[in-house]
């Protein structure tokens, strides 16, 4: 079956730009995860949908929300970029998040310039 | 919550070499516990996972034990190849009140020479 898939690949936006990133998980899977990977930092959690309801969040300030959409699929968007946001963003999407396997995407690079 | 410590972080091995990658984590409520291969430019693959009921889980050159006492994991691949070059991240996961989410180590940088 189709693995996790997330678009666009790549994105350059310009400071004070907003983004929407789109996460599609493996049929079946409700559970959705998006982290933040960068060099210095590692994988950092942002939050976690669940039946289209947040059900984790990370220590990301409010620019940085998501959603989750009925058939599963989850968008995370980011508002008034920053420099520092630039990183690749991964999804995870897991069948119900409880101790289970999670698979990731290929991830997005975004770059702030 | 929980913290994942991983160590070390930069591994070099000959190859056929065996390599060990130590992870402890700090909540004795984690069940879970993955580890995920990343090449460069990729995402992250699971290669192996264990529940907190097991001690031990072996696939092909790969193996992960745990000690649920000393609140430790590790990685362990054998007869080491090349293609085993990659970035290591160890992660550990629990139920509750952060369900969904993985607390990730910060990686080991795996070169393997020919």
């Known amino acids: 079956k189709?693995?996790?898939?997330?678009?666009?690949?790549?994105?350059?936006?310009?400071r004070g730009q907003q983004v929407t990133l789109s996460c599609s998980p493996?049929?079946?899977?409700?559970?959705?995860s998006w982290y933040q990977q960068t060099p210095g930092q590692?994988?950092?959690?942002?939050f976690e949908y669940f039946s289209e309801t947040q059900r984790n969040k990370g220590n990301f300030p409010g620019r940085f929300s998501g959603r989750q959409f009925s058939n599963s699929r989850s968008e995370m968007n980011v508002s008034t970029l920053e420099l520092g946001d630039s990183a690749l963003y991964l999804c995870a999407s897991?069948?119900?998040?409880?101790a289970t396997e999670a698979f990731f995407g290929q991830g997005t690079r975004l770059t702030v310039v | 919550g929980e913290?994942?410590?991983q160590h070390p972080s930069t591994l070099s091995v000959q190859e056929g070499d065996s390599a060990v990658i130590k992870c402890t984590y700090s909540d004795s409520a984690s069940n879970y516990f993955p580890w995920?291969?990343?090449?460069?430019?990729?995402?992250?693959?699971?290669?192996?996972?264990?529940?907190?009921?097991?001690?031990?889980?072996?696939?092909?050159?790969?193996?992960?034990?745990l000690n649920k006492t000393a609140k430790h994991f590790s990685l362990h691949i054998t007869e080491t190849?090349?293609?085993?070059?990659?970035?290591?991240?160890?992660?550990?996961?629990?139920?509750?009140?952060?369900?969904g989410r993985l607390y990730f180590g910060r990686g080991?940088?795996?070169?393997v020479w020919p």
């Open chain 1, 2 to 14: 189709a693995g996790v898939t997330q678009t666009p690949r790549y994105l350059i936006k310009t």
């Open chain 1, 26 to 32: 493996i049929s079946g899977h409700r559970s959705v």
């Open chain 1, 42 to 46: 590692g994988l950092q959690f942002l």
């Open chain 1, 94 to 98: 897991s069948l119900d998040g409880r």
């Open chain 2, 3 to 5: 913290n994942v410590e």
């Open chain 2, 36 to 65: 995920y291969k990343q090449e460069l430019g990729k995402r992250p693959q699971l290669i192996i996972d264990i529940r907190s009921n097991v001690g031990e889980k072996k696939d092909q050159r790969i193996a992960v034990t």
């Open chain 2, 81 to 99: 190849q090349p293609e085993d070059s990659a970035v290591y991240f160890c992660a550990a996961s629990r139920g509750g009140s952060t369900l």
């Open chain 2, 108 to 111: 080991t940088q795996l070169t």
